[in-house]
């Protein structure tokens, strides 16, 4: 039968394209107000092609952006949810865009637009890969529910609000979730991610005198904020890539025996990477390989800075103030707000006593680590090698994807992370893409997993 399903989504190829570069039409940017009717337009165009297809379709209404809901019923007990999102990052640079960034354009196998790899090229492969199974089987294995969000790039309620109100109806006879957000560690190596890590996000603000001052009549005299913020932020971090905040280490997870294989199975190319990215050599915590680094490691990194005059030319001031954005990215078994509460007394005791500082907690996310042996993230391994046609490996994510906590904390069943971009792709940049055979490939492998639903359902 599977066979039949991927000979349907052979033909249609052409068709599967043409209705993916319509989706990525819809300038659906959740960050920006200007947009609200975009996103609306959007979550209808996405209902109305559910119904299309011949699922359940309509929309969760909130504060924010409409949550888009379909679903289709199965011959046998059991449900899956398929969850993605089509909101998108901002397009700006825009000068720095080869093709439009809401005009898909299709160069060297690659589809470029904004919300191509993220998140819309990803979630449109599984909507392909039901449609397909519907035509050539009539019917699901169980039943799927797509949960479709318009608020995932700007933190929004309305999907967490929907799982807290409904968590046990959508919890009975849940297999799990499958999230498809996530990227591939190398072009056609398909890959399960297994595990995220958390963050603390925190911004620290310094301030000094009443107003700028002229540098000649007080430099010497009064002590400067944007020094003093840079002083701060060197003591958090040694130039051997060591976090230097007390006790920060104490609760990390060492990588188990069986994941180190999976380090070398990625196929990491440190100079090629290096190359891509522009940068002299890669830096990081010291005896610690890149993708471990990236993976089971956690780090502490400056995400902005702001003091003083920025604008052209010189001006001789000392500044009343300067501020940082601080992310730090943790690992199993760090515990966010014990992580915070650590930075924070550690940024207060290094501030000196010549200025002011406030430490200010703007968002955290736990680390989260799933059983590669569960059935559903097994069936998962085996459905993307099938659609690639090569064995899948298993990797971490250096991100954090908060919907993902959302759904275990509210929902407690496996989340299969079945990733289909790559790091490369540019999401959240300048021209984003998605490579075609990827797209291609992860419908196949989602119509795989559907065809294993059976056995998961009488497991």
């Not at 107000?33 to 209808?44: F, K, P």
């Amino acid at each position: 039968m599977i066979q039949q399903t991927w000979a349907y989504m052979n033909e249609n190829r052409p068709r599967f394209l043409r209705e993916l570069q319509e989706f990525l039409r819809f300038p659906s940017v959740s960050a920006q107000d200007a947009h609200r009717a975009d996103l609306r337009a959007c979550a209808e165009w996405l209902r109305e092609h559910l119904a299309g297809l011949g699922l359940e379709a309509g929309l969760i209404e909130g504060a924010g952006h409409p949550v888009v809901v379909g679903r289709a019923a199965g011959r046998s007990g059991g449900r899956l949810i398929i969850y993605g999102h089509y909101d998108v990052q901002p397009p700006e640079p825009l000068d720095q865009w080869v093709s439009p960034p809401f005009e898909p354009t299709v160069r060297d196998g690659f589809l470029y637009a904004r919300g191509a790899s993220d998140d819309k090229g990803q979630l449109f492969a599984h909507l392909k890969a039901v449609e397909a199974v519907l035509r050539t089987q009539a019917t699901l294995p169980c039943e799927v529910l797509f949960l479709i969000e318009g608020e995932e790039e700007c933190g929004g309620t309305v999907l967490p609000d929907y799982l807290r109100r409904e968590k046990e109806a959508l919890q009975a006879d849940l297999i799990g979730v499958v999230v498809s957000d996530s990227d591939l560690p190398a072009e056609n190596v398909p890959a399960i991610t297994y595990g995220l890590r958390g963050i603390v996000s925190l911004e620290v603000a310094v301030t000094g005198p009443a107003r700028d001052l002229h540098s000649g009549a007080f430099g010497g005299a009064v002590g400067n904020p944007a020094w003093a913020l840079s002083r701060m932020l060197s003591g958090c971090l040694g130039a051997d890539g060591r976090v230097l905040i007390p006790g920060f280490y104490d609760d990390v997870r060492p990588l188990a025996p069986w994941e180190l294989p999976n380090l070398e199975a990625a196929g990491h190319d440190d100079a090629a990477w290096a190359a891509e990215l522009g940068v002299p050599r890669l830096h990081g915590e010291a005896g610690q390989t890149t993708l471990a680094r990236i993976w089971a490691r956690p780090t502490f990194e400056v995400n902005g800075m702001v003091g003083g005059y920025i604008g052209q030319g010189g001006k001789t001031i000392i500044p009343a103030s300067a501020s940082a954005k601080i992310t730090l990215r943790l690992v199993p078994d760090q515990q966010p707000a014990q992580v915070a509460a650590r930075a924070g007394r550690h940024l207060r005791a290094l501030c000196p006593d010549f200025v002011r500082c406030e430490v200010k907690q703007l968002f955290l996310a736990e680390p989260l680590l799933f059983d590669v042996n569960t059935p559903l993230l097994q069936a998962g391994r085996a459905a993307l090698g099938e659609g690639f046609g090569r064995p899948s490996v298993y990797t971490r994510c250096g991100g954090s994807i908060p919907v993902v906590e959302a759904f275990w904390r509210e929902l407690g069943r496996p989340v299969l992370l079945m990733g289909l971009g790559l790091n490369n792709d540019g999401a959240h940049g300048p021209n984003e893409r998605f490579k075609l055979d990827h797209f291609f490939n992860g419908m196949k492998a989602s119509a795989a997993l559907i065809d294993k639903l059976d056995t998961l359902v009488k497991g």
